[in-house]
C-alpha cells in the first residue's frame, strides 16, 4: 500500500504561480499530476519517474509546469507559473506501483493510487 498526501494549494490571480508537494508513504516507479475541473474528465498534468526523473507534460502546460521529484523524502513537487483561470481544477497525486509502462502516462487506469485532492482556483 502507498499512501500520498497533497499539499500546496490555493487561490492566486492569474499570472501568479503555486507549487504543490505530494508525499508517498513509500518509494513508487511512476508518479504524476491530474488535474479534475468541475464538469471535465480528469486529465493528466505531468509524469516523473522517480528513478531517471524523466519528465513529460501536457500541452497545455508545458513551459509553465515543472514536476520534479526528491527521493530522499519520497516527495513530488510540481511547480506551477503563469497560471490561468483554465488551470483551476482539483489536482490530484497518482503514483503507478505496478510498473504499467504499456499504458499511456495520462491515462488515469495507469495509477493504482490516487491522493485525496487538492484545490486551485485561478481567478482573472
Known amino acids: 500500500q502507498v499512501q500520498l498526501v497533497e499539499s500546496g494549494g490555493g487561490s492566486v490571480q492569474a499570472g501568479g504561480s503555486l507549487r504543490l508537494s505530494c508525499a508517498a508513504s513509500?518509494?513508487?516507479?511512476?508518479m504524476a499530476w491530474f488535474r479534475q475541473a468541475p464538469g471535465k474528465e480528469r486529465e493528466g498534468v505531468a509524469r516523473?519517474?522517480?528513478?531517471?526523473?524523466?519528465?513529460v507534460y501536457a500541452d497545455s502546460v508545458k513551459g509553465r509546469f515543472t514536476i520534479s521529484r526528491d527521493n530522499a523524502k519520497n516527495t513530488v513537487h510540481l511547480q506551477m507559473n503563469s497560471l490561468k483561470p483554465d488551470d483551476t481544477a482539483m489536482y490530484y497525486c497518482?503514483?503507478?506501483?505496478?510498473?504499467?509502462?504499456?499504458?499511456?502516462?495520462?491515462?488515469?487506469?495507469?495509477?493504482?493510487?490516487w491522493g485525496q485532492g487538492t484545490e486551485v482556483t485561478v481567478s482573472s
Open positions: 516523473v519517474y522517480t528513478g531517471s526523473g524523466n519528465t
Open positions: 513509500r518509494y513508487t516507479y511512476t
Open positions: 497518482a503514483a503507478d506501483q505496478r510498473g504499467m509502462y504499456g499504458v499511456s502516462w495520462n491515462a488515469p487506469r495507469r495509477y493504482n493510487y
